[in-house]
């Protein structure tokens, strides 16, 4: 089948709105590939192009910059054509640079017209001539980290101050590394055994996850097409997200309430823990998101799964205080974590977003764990790197929250690997670590 728009148009295109209204990548990427009907052969390029070009944005900018006389008068899709071509020159050894230029000519000639093709030509042509800047010579150490490995500044800047630079460098080059598809097999229907095995049937190349015990990694194909999938043998996930069920110590039936649960990713591990026993409410805004975490219960085949679509801060006005066994917060944050699935996240956060962001996590803090029992236990978690909407929110909280403690319990609960990491009472995962997402997780006791 020809493909309407090919793979490079494709890639531009996508690159071009993402640019324009900061629309989600992942999104974007599933209707280019139906609405241009890219063949299957074809979608891992795309995914490739895009992703590369978006998680290199500034490397490319600067080794483009010396070549642009006029940036600024240039259309936009130009310079996104040329960073297009120039990431596919600088890192994808398959594609020959000929036929990369070659490509990216094409397209000027039928985007704009002569004059603009034979810029673009001219300019890749003069870059290979010529080769790229070099940026060991970038003095600034902040800048340079930003630069090389296309972190905006403030954000490098941020993180030294919090974590010092070599953890920082360490972070910011991990973030370009594509990650693994991970998944956690659903032990109240199958062993981890069995579901390697049944995927090892269908043609994956699946193993066992290092830190979780339930957790496997999809070294190829895409687990969401499986058969496995749709009979509800795992849920795909991040390895991080699946210590908040450890934390939370839900090995029997309790009544747990998830207040920020959509699309149910943590709801389920806690249901599948407690063997489809106790009670899991899960908790969210709107409607649509939570129709999720039912879709996603009904296909693991739980039942002891209740939704509620509401505000959570409001849920104090509906339920008895002292109710729960354990509470989750699964805080909405800035996810500066996941970057590497999301690499627009890099370039459409501020400083005023964690800001913000503080003020609501408190405040669901605040309104949700008065909800708790007596001697129950809160977890608090974000899939954020950044002391202000971790560190900060929960020693603000402890300060007038006399009835909460700090429990420092929570290593012993945690899969043995991840317990080194572990202070006190929290626990702040690095996706330098294990190569996993950056998250955190703090752990609070209700005093009896
Ligand atoms: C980090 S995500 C939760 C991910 C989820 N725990 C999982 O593992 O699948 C945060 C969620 O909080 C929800 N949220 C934000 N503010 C909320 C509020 N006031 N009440 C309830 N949910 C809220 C968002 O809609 C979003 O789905």
Known sequence: MTSKKNVRESALDILETINNNQAYSNLLLNNAIKKNEIPAKDVGLLTELVYGTLQRKMTLSYYLQPFLKNSKKMQSWVVTLLQLTLYQIIYLDRIPD?????????IAKKRGHKGISGLVNAVLRSIQRQGLAKTEFIEDPIERIAIETSHPNWLVKRWAEQFGLEETQKMCELNLTPPTQTARINTTKTTVEECISLLEAEGYNVKNSEII???????KGNLANSRCFKEGFFTIQDESSMLVAYALNVKEPLSVLDACAAPGGKSTHIAEKMGNKGNVLSVDLHEHKVKLIRQNAERLHLDNIETKAMDAKKLADVLEANSFDRILIDAPCSGLGVMRRKPDIKY???????????MIQLKLLEEVSPLLKKGGLLIYSTCTVD???????????????QEFTKDTTLASRLPESVQSFVEDYQLQIMPQHFGSDGFYIAALKKEV
């Open 213 to 219: 015990p339930e957790g496997i990694h999809c070294l």
């Open 387 to 401: 002391r202000k909407e971790n560190e900060e929110v929960v020693a603000s909280f402890l300060e007038t929250h």
């Open 348 to 358: 459409t956060k501020d400083e005023k977003d964690m800001d913000r962001l503080q």
């Open 98 to 106: 000929h036929a990369a230029i070659h490509e990216a000519v094409e």
